[in-house]
């Protein structure tokens, strides 16, 4: 009976020291001297050399470069938060807001992105009545002329039995000057 309790009192010292060592031991690399040690394995990985000479500037190693335009983030007195955002990426160009609605209620969207010669993308998206970050986005629509001459806003609005009829209660544009709402 006493070998099975030297036994079981062995198990239980092993189970409790195993632990405490590899705390104690520290992270793989890390010498005595509070350095590193040159042996150890890089904990980063190179960076990736240049892209080739003639290639697409956009073309970031990863994929292509999304670039993003965005106003400021702003707030209604009624509780609606948005910031609307003009994207580019490879040779298309699309609008996206990022919105929460703090009102209680359901709300009515429209998202427009307009582009040169007049023409606009329209996307009505429906904001539901949860206090929780969401985003809307038009489709995606190929680049034409400069990027300068596109604007993406996005309008909020109480709902009022049919889209776009009650009143307005945010305005948020990708290229709004100040940090002021109209």
């Known amino acids: 009976m006493n070998l099975r309790l030297l036994a079981l009192g062995g198990a239980v010292a092993c189970a409790l020291a195993v632990p405490l060592a590899m705390a104690s031991a520290g992270q793989v690399g890390d010498a005595p001297d509070g350095g590193t040690d040159p042996k150890a394995p890089a904990a980063l990985p190179a960076p990736s050399p240049a892209p080739p000479a003639g290639s697409s500037p956009l073309l970031l190693g990863l994929g292509l470069a999304t670039a993003a335009r965005c106003g400021p983030g702003l707030t209604s007195p009624e509780g609606v938060e948005a910031q609307t955002c003009l994207l580019t990426q490879g040779g298309d160009t699309w609008a996206r807001t990022y919105y929460r609605n703090a009102t209680g209620r359901a709300l009515d969207a429209v998202l427009s992105l307009m582009a040169p010669e007049g023409r606009t993308v329209r996307m009505r998206c429906a904001v539901a009545a949860e206090d ?51």
């Open 132 to 182: 929780e970050p969401e985003t809307c986005e038009t489709p995606r629509e190929p680049t034409r002329g400069t990027l300068d001459a596109y604007t993406a806003v996005a309008e909020f609005s109480a709902f009022a039995g049919k889209a776009g009829e009650g009143p307005l209660l945010l305005r948020s544009g990708s290229n709004s000057p100040g940090a002021e709402g109209s």
